[in-house]
């Protein structure tokens, strides 16, 4: 996604929160972060495959923490390192059902959520509740958290 893509909005919040244009916190960096979540998927006995998508996400906001302007302790903390036992087989079950590889790029702060990305951009939640869909890319997903605006169900994207 071009930052061209950004609305005013959501980049004037992403800036609000430490993001700026050309933000990278490198190839190292976010190789050290996907590779504690690899691991902690196989010590789970599952496997998660870092996409593309998601490791560009990763390297563009990963370590923010994206404060929600409206809703206080509300936040998208984009630190993919977290998680819980058992959440990589149901991130590869979720994979299966979209027929695309997702990896974790973080969490909201609520009821920490999973936020996964998909080969192809798309976002979607990993809740206690079921599995959602977050938008088609992370403008989507961000304008979608800062309207309050309500998720999809993941499954009307199962193949």
Do not use: C
């Not at 050309?22 to 010590?43: H, M, T």
């Not at 992370?138 to 800062?146: I, K, N, P, S």
């Amino acid at each position: 996604m071009d930052v061209g893509d950004l609305s005013r909005e959501v980049r004037e919040w992403l800036e609000r929160n430490g993001w700026f244009l050309g933000r990278d916190i490198g190839e190292a960096r976010a190789g050290e972060l996907i590779d504690v979540r690899v691991s902690d998927a196989e010590r789970q006995g599952s496997s998660l495959v870092p996409v593309d998508a998601a490791i560009r996400v990763i390297r563009a906001y990963g370590l923010l923490t994206l404060e929600h302007p409206r809703v206080g302790d509300f936040a998208l903390n984009m630190k993919p390192t977290v998680g819980y036992d058992g959440d990589a087989a149901l991130i590869a079950e979720l994979a299966t059902n979209l027929g695309l590889q997702l990896f974790p790029v973080g969490y909201e702060t609520s009821e920490e959520g999973l936020i996964l990305v998909d080969e192809i951009g798309r976002f979607f939640l990993l809740h206690h509740t079921g599995a959602y869909f977050w938008g088609a890319n992370e403008q989507d997903a961000f304008a979608r958290f800062l309207s309050g605006a309500d998720a999809l169900d993941a499954e009307d994207f199962f193949v």
